[in-house]
């Protein structure tokens, strides 16, 4: 295995970033993120280390591992973000965090009883409707969080992550309204 990519990780840290040599930032180069991936994976791949140690293979697999998991993470925008706040102390679960604001909160109450609505009414054109809107509202907070991160406001970002994450899971739910709309009709 590499020195580099023995030396990227300190124990109680893991920069992905770091793991891949690209610069800590929001934007990334998707293709550039590939290769770097697939260097880090030629360098790590078990099938380098047949003929080793036991703990050497056992090395190998949980750095491959490691590299897929960052890869994964940096690949996903909001992913991403978020491991851009925790490299600078700033976590989405903390309880020192401020709250989510309460207008962003009574909007999603608001939204969920129309999905409740659309879900009883078996409404689909309300539904496309709140999907439409809700891919306009993600647009948008997506632009919210780059300009936090470029801007290097990472306490921001960390809170704009976390309304993502709430207009995500209302996206997940609008989904599987369809979903089960969909094996009503058939």
């Known amino acids: 295995m590499s020195a580099v990519v023995e030396t990227v990780f300190a124990p109680d ?13 929001f934007d990334l180069d998707k293709q550039v993120l590939e ?4 260097a880090v994976q030629k360098e ?20 491959a ?8 993470v940096l690949r996903n925008p909001v992913r991403r973000a978020t491991h851009l706040c925790q490299l ?3 976590l989405l679960n903390d309880d020192a965090a401020p709250a989510i604001p309460s207008d962003f909160i009574y909007e999603q109450i608001e939204w969920r009883e129309q999905l409740d609505n659309a879900s009883i009414d078996s409404d689909i054109e309300a539904l496309d409707m709140m999907g439409a809107r809700l891919r ?17 406001d990472f306490a921001a970002g960390a809170q704009e992550i976390r309304k993502m994450v709430f207009l995500q899971k209302f996206g997940e739910e609008i989904n599987v309204v369809f979903d089960r709309l969909d094996r009503l009709e058939t």
């Open 88 to 90: 600078r102390g700033h």
């Open 136 to 152: 306009e509202r993600t647009a948008g907070q997506m632009l919210l969080i780059r300009q936090k991160l470029d801007a290097h």
């Open 13 to 25: 840290m893991q920069n992905y970033f770091a793991l891949f040599g690209l610069p800590e930032q």
């Open 35 to 38: 290769a770097a991936w697939l």
């Open 44 to 63: 790590v791949h078990p099938d380098r280390f047949v003929n080793s140690s036991e703990s050497e293979k056992r090395a190998a697999m949980q750095w």
């Open 65 to 72: 591992s490691l590299a897929n998991d960052a890869y994964q």
